[in-house]
């Protein structure tokens, strides 16, 4: 059974036009991430939550926004997406600090175009 | 600021041949992860390894951690076609909530 869901799996949407991604756990995990991974390049952390600790990247755009209603669910928001947001978005989750007998569990990702 | 390097970055070999990814990393972290991906897919976990001299195996794969040396090998063992994939190890700063990945091996497997 999935642990980490992602929706949808692929995502059109204009340019400019906002946009959210949707993950969802059932592993009750405190720490959800979201990755952006273009084509043919390794993922790249956009930001996280630790419970309801928001934590940006200094090299995440303004563009991208994130909300964590609750444990279970982390949506990713594109206020205004361009052509080079165009990527595979990859959820994941960890139940506390990474390497201290934990790891990180990756959804299935979402594909964004941006047409 | 932690980088991580994956060599080589495509490795194309046959099939029963045995081959070696090695990643390396620049600053202090003891905890190191090897990651699978098919195109289009997302992140699958292979191996976790937490300390020193760490040693993990799974099937035809092999994965090892030297952090004095900062590095960590992925051995194939006798391949097979169904391990064509990317592969990516990726490293946790100390200190840090997050894993920094390397760029990706791309293994092709040839019959």
């Known amino acids: 059974d999935a642990m980490v869901i992602q929706n949808p799996r692929y995502q059109v949407t204009q340019f400019g036009k906002p946009v959210t991604l949707s993950c969802s756990q059932t592993?009750?995990?405190?720490?959800m991430y979201w990755y952006q991974q273009k084509s043919s390049q390794a993922p790249k952390l956009l930001f996280h939550?630790?419970?309801?600790?928001?934590?940006n990247e200094a090299d995440t755009p303004d563009n991208f926004q994130s909300r964590r209603p609750n444990t279970s669910f982390c949506f990713l928001d594109i206020r205004s997406p361009g052509l080079g947001d165009a990527a595979m978005y990859l959820c994941?989750?960890?139940?506390?600090?990474?390497?201290?007998?934990?790891?990180?569990?990756f959804g299935q990702g979402t594909r964004l175009t941006v047409v | 600021e932690l980088k991580v390097e994956q060599n080589p970055l495509f490795l194309s070999m046959q099939e029963g041949k045995n081959y070696t990814i090695y990643c390396n990393y620049s600053?202090?972290?003891?905890?190191l992860y090897w990651y699978r991906q098919d195109p289009g897919k997302s992140l699958e976990s292979l191996f976790v390894?937490?300390?020193?001299?760490a040693v993990k195996q799974e099937g035809r794969l092999m994965a090892s951690l030297d952090t004095k040396a900062r590095l960590s090998t992925l051995h194939i063992t006798a391949a097979v076609h169904d391990l064509s994939a990317t592969y990516f190890c990726?490293?946790?700063?100390?200190?840090?909530?997050?894993?920094?990945f390397g760029q990706g091996t791309r293994l092709t497997i040839n019959p």
């Open positions: 592993l009750n995990h405190n720490v």
């Open positions: 939550y630790y419970d309801k600790d928001f934590n």
């Open positions: 994941a989750t960890s139940g506390g600090v990474l390497g201290q007998g934990t790891e990180a569990f």
């Open positions: 600053t202090t972290s003891d905890r």
């Open positions: 990726a490293v946790t700063p100390e200190g840090a909530q997050k894993l920094v």
């Open positions: 390894l937490l300390s020193n001299g």
